[in-house]
């Protein structure tokens, strides 16, 4: 088992999140966050002031993900994020020692059952049709 993070622009967020539906990866988890990597500092002006942005805005992705997921995750990440310029971002794959569904108590690859593409578009459909 790995956690698998990326850092990626965030107009790349669409992209990414179907490649990795289409990978068969549908747990994951999104944050919005700044950061500073290769990408050159911007000056600003706002309200008349010069603001020096050190940060850029980025989306951070950390999804479990079983052995046999894995490059599959990776290749999905980099295809569809990639633009060729600097600050497309990076990939982090850690090792898993343990993990826990909560609802159920499984453990370990157990509790990374992949759910499919069509379970996740169905129950979202399903979400609409009430609300």
């Known amino acids: ?52 942005l050190q940060f850029h805005e980025k989306v951070k992705i950390e999804m479990a993900c079983s052995e046999p997921f894995v490059e599959a995750t990776i290749n999905a990440i980099v295809g569809s994020a990639r633009t060729g310029m600097v600050g497309d971002g990076k990939i982090f794959v850690q090792p898993l020692d343990r993990v826990i569904r909560i609802r159920t108590g499984e453990r370990d690859n157990a509790a990374l059952t992949p759910v499919t593409v069509d379970e996740v578009q169905k129950h979202s459909l399903e979400l609409a049709v009430k609300n």
């Open 1 to 52: 088992m790995k956690l698998i993070s990326c850092v990626i622009r965030p107009d790349r967020l669409p992209a990414v999140k179907e490649a990795l539906f289409r990978a068969g990866v549908t747990g994951i988890t999104i944050t919005r966050a700044s950061g500073h990597g290769g990408e050159q500092d911007t000056v600003t002006v706002r309200r008349g002031t010069k603001l020096l």
